[in-house]
């Protein structure tokens, strides 16, 4: 079975400082990992994805997150916080092998960044 | 239609009663997912298919069908609505790369 842990359920951060989204996994075999963002009565967009090579991985609207195997994690980063990054984040998991391609998310981290 | 469409937008349904939620993509994606949020527990997967004609069963496929008749449409029905499942339902579809695509979501309320 997999598994993924979003331990904060909100960050408060002020517009301009670093953000981080924590994400830590469970999974057999070598792990999928994606970040999506939602914001307030809208579907999830997609912001990035590990596969598989460099452990850090770019994305849209500036993010970025650093795949770390002994660690089991995936946390989500940002240099500079901006007000509209204001939204709720997904982690989600899946195994390399489900042909299925299905995905284990997390419950959810809400960002809230103060002007 | 550019990505993945849902209908109805929002729906009150009577306990009891029927419902059918409509999905519709146009990227020709074969991987096509039903999800439901909840507060607090995230999405949890309902039903999937990877190819016109196949489906599975997710997480929580209980009092939930679907059906695969061709690449673009994955319907998913609630046979006999509970308040329970009153919830934000989302579509969504998945490229060759793995990344899924979703829809804008129908927030239904069972009364």
Known sequence: ?115 | IAGITQAPTSQILAAGRRMTLRCTQDMRHNAMYWYRQDLGLGLRLIHYSNTAGTTGKGEVPDGYSVSRANTDDFPLTLASAVPSQTSVYFCASSDSGGTQYFGPGTRLTVL
């Open chain 1, 1 to 115: 079975a997999q598994s993924v842990a979003q331990p904060e359920d909100q960050v408060n951060v002020a517009e301009g400082n670093p953000l981080t989204v924590k994400c830590t996994y469970s999974v057999s075999g070598n792990p999928y990992l994606f970040w999506y963002v939602q914001y307030p009565n809208r579907g999830l967009q997609f912001l990035l994805k590990y596969i598989t090579g460099d452990n850090l991985v770019k994305g849209s609207y500036g993010f970025e997150a650093e795949f770390n195997k002994s660690q089991t994690s995936f946390h989500l980063k940002k240099p500079s916080a901006l007000v509209s990054d204001s939204a709720l984040y997904f982690c989600a998991v899946r195994r390399s092998t489900d042909s299925w391609g299905k995905l284990q998310f997390g419950a959810g981290t809400q960002v809230v960044v103060t002007p």
